[in-house]
């Protein structure tokens, strides 16, 4: 239980009515997620929620599920899988691009390196690649903790793309060895 302060938000619930947690002030608030997903897990908890609903009002704590319920704003019905369908597009997009990507770099990086001095080319590509995997996720979290948004954490990353497209600049996409 969390006993500090927290950014007021506004959020659309259900009725066309908006849930603003400054309405709730001096009162303890207990905020549950549920995917609406259809599995046990999430149908248990949220019957134990329900059958629990006159424990958490005897102690002045309301109690608010949130949901996918909506989709950029478009109301959607209880069995929708558009925000799935709408993740799994966008994965397999960011896959195939970063797949693509990745088969190029190689290969730009094959022209920049010396062929007598590929293995050291590729094992630092290799190593600036992990780097990354750490980093990313590293700098989201330090940001987001540093902000308290998660939408601030991803700033950091999307700094290294801008970087990374400034710095593509300065490459000769035919080679350093190029006449």
């Known amino acids: 239980m969390s006993e500090r302060n927290i950014a007021d938000f506004a959020l659309p619930a259900t009725g066309n009515a908006t849930f603003k947690l400054s309405d709730q002030r001096g009162r303890k608030v207990v905020v549950y997620f549920y995917p609406k997903d259809n599995t046990p897990g999430c149908t248990t908890e949220g019957e134990e929620f329900r059958d629990l609903y006159p424990a958490f009002q005897a102690a002045d704590t309301v109690v608010v599920g949130v949901s996918r319920g909506s989709f950029y704003g478009l109301s959607l019905p ?88 400034w710095l593509l600049g300065f490459t000769r996409p035919e080679g350093d060895r190029a006449p």
């Open 78 to 165: 209880p069995d929708s899988r558009l925000p799935d369908i709408a993740f799994f597009v966008c994965g397999g997009l960011i896959g195939g691009a970063g797949g693509a990507m990745y088969a190029a770099s190689r290969t730009l990086m094959a022209r920049h390196s010396e062929p007598e001095r590929a293995g050291e080319a590729f094992g630092l590509f290799a190593l600036t690649g992990r780097a990354t995997a750490f980093l990313a996720p590293a700098l989201i979290a330090a940001a987001t903790a540093f902000t308290g948004s998660v939408q601030w954490g991803f700033f950091p990353v999307i700094l290294l793309f801008l970087a990374a497209l």
